[in-house]
């Protein structure tokens, strides 16, 4: 069955301390995404990458950064810099062809600090 | 950048009524106005899409209809149903792989 698997669900991170949240696809999708959710807003881009060993800043990049390995992982790093990281973050991903595809989401991760 | 408004930020209506949200956007350049449906504690899952060369769509009971003069789209849900309840986000797309998300409705149905 083919999907985004984000884990883990929930995570707690301490003070000073980076986190990394897992994005798998198993839909053969070039493009990836991560967004911010925040109560009462839309998502917020963070990273997004095309294709694999390259990715851009979304609107929000500061204090997360990202790797993109293999076609099908895309991993997102909250780095201590970010100091305000409570949210729900989604991951995405989407076919390329010159113009915007459907975007598939992840059932997210909610981040939460100790 | 690009900038989504959608109203309004929350609607109740009663089951078997209609629901219509709307989107406002800025670039007149954008072309693709795709809306999700988010559940509690899950992500959102695209329900209709629609691009700027139609000026409606339908898929059983829910509808897009654009109007790229004014710059504004909507989603109409008829019929509605408790199941309904959901927040509800509109997009843009201005044919580069990156979408601009409004802020959401969130849709209460009751029985």
């Known amino acids: 069955d083919g999907g985004i698997t984000q884990s883990p669900k929930y995570l707690f991170r301490k003070e000073g301390q980076n986190v990394t949240l897992s994005c798998e696809q198993n839909?053969?999708?070039?493009?990836m995404y991560w967004y911010r959710q925040d109560p009462g807003q839309g998502l917020r881009l963070i990273y997004y990458?095309?294709?694999?060993?390259?990715?851009q800043k979304g609107d929000i990049a500061e204090g997360y950064s990202v790797s993109r390995e293999k076609k099908e992982s895309f991993p997102l790093t909250v780095t201590s810099a970010q100091k305000n990281p409570t949210a729900f973050y989604l991951c995405?991903?989407?076919?390329?062809?010159?113009?915007?595809?459907?975007?598939?989401f992840g059932d997210g991760t909610r981040l939460s600090i100790l | 950048g690009e900038n989504v408004e959608q109203h309004p930020s929350t609607l109740s209506v009663q089951e078997g009524d209609s629901a219509v949200i709307k989107c406002t956007y800025s670039?007149?350049?954008?072309?693709?106005f795709p809306w999700y449906k988010q559940e509690l504690g899950k992500g959102p899952q695209l329900i209709i899409d629609?691009?700027?060369?139609?000026g409606e769509k339908k898929d059983q009971r829910i509808a897009v209809t654009l109007n790229k003069t004014a710059k504004h789209f909507s989603l109409h849900i008829t019929e509605t149903q408790p199941e309904d309840s959901a927040v509800y986000f509109c997009?843009?797309?201005?044919?580069?792989?990156?979408?601009?998300f409004g802020k959401g409705t969130m849709l209460l149905v009751s029985p």
């Open positions: 995405a991903s989407s076919g390329t062809g010159g113009r915007n595809q459907p975007q598939h």
């Open positions: 839909l053969n999708h070039d493009a």
């Open positions: 990458s095309q294709i694999v060993n390259d990715f």
């Open positions: 629609i691009r700027s060369n139609v």
């Open positions: 670039d007149s350049a954008s072309n693709y």
């Open positions: 997009a843009v797309g201005s044919g580069y792989s990156t979408l601009t």
